[in-house]
């Protein structure tokens, strides 16, 4: 007969499973006072969830759905996720379990991690690094100055690329190729990875654009709503295509996937100016404030 004390619940919970029902079943016993434990194989949560860009039957954004269970979980003190882990074994019996995990390692200190994926790239075991001699990079005086001093006010910061990317990107709208080989040279890291975050964020260029970027939100509330119709009346307003740039460099046409204003659908971004519940007719005028280079930058939703 199993004792008295073994019926006691120990007031813990392990959630296999780091989807969103993962998510959601881990936040639901942290908020009746059980400790929780999430343990996923993966490298991190989110499940298959994570590689969706909208869900059915009601198109909402993937992301937009997952995105604040995220954020939850890594703030509450009650749950502790476990990730690269697989359960090996259970004993005991209902209320009093006893689970061994296995967890791969990670060779870094999770706590100091930013999620660069710099070691990644540079981890000895699959990179074999061969030291080449690569002669140093001379910036023109125009470009050096505004960059050496960008990258003198961050470098010394933890996870200092991120900073330095940004305020490039916003004082030269985009990526020179002599630009990101200075980079790489003044901070460390390597060219081969400033290239992917340089490609991968949309905010970021590796190509000359104009003085106002205007991003069409391309998200499914705002195309259900006509942005595509908005899109098509700006190209043939500026007479050029999507993630094109007007000749005289004073604008480039963006479709973008979220700018984060369901509520304002559909709506348009320039700069930190958001235009929402747009209909065609309002085109003209957002255009002329942006072809005669008079945008001011200050916000402007209806």
Known sequence: MPSDESKVPVGAA?????????????????????????ADSKPAIGGVMAQLDKTFPTNDCAMCTMAPRLVEIGRHKDIDILSLSEVERIE???????????????????????????????????????????????????????VANIIARHKNRQGPLMPILQEVNATLNYFPEGVLKYIAQETGYPLTHLYRVATFYSAFSVVPRGKYIINVCMGTTCYVRGSER??????????????????????????V??????????????????????????????????AGGNGNGKANAR
């Open 230 to 255: 908005l899109m098509d009346r700006f190209a043939e307003t500026f007479k050029i295509r999507p993630e094109e740039t007007t000749p005289d460099m004073l604008v480039t046409l963006k479709g």
């Open 14 to 38: 392990l959630v296999v499973g780091g989807g969103i029902g993962g998510m959601q079943a881990a936040l639901d016993l942290a908020s009746g006072g059980i400790k929780v434990y999430l």
């Open 257 to 290: 996937r979220c700018i984060g204003c369901c509520g304002l659908a559909p709506a348009v971004m320039v700069g930190d100016s958001v235009y929402g519940k747009l209909t065609v007719k309002d085109v003209a005028g957002i255009a002329k404030k942006y």
């Open 92 to 146: 005991g019996q209902p209320g009093n379990f006893t689970v061994t995990i296995s967890r791969r390692p990670r060779f870094v200190d999770e706590s100091k991690c930013t999620g660069c994926g710099t070691c990644v790239a540079n981890c000895p075991t699959r990179t074999v690094v061969q030291p080449v001699e690569v002669p140093a990079v001379q910036l023109d005086p125009s470009l050096q100055e505004p």
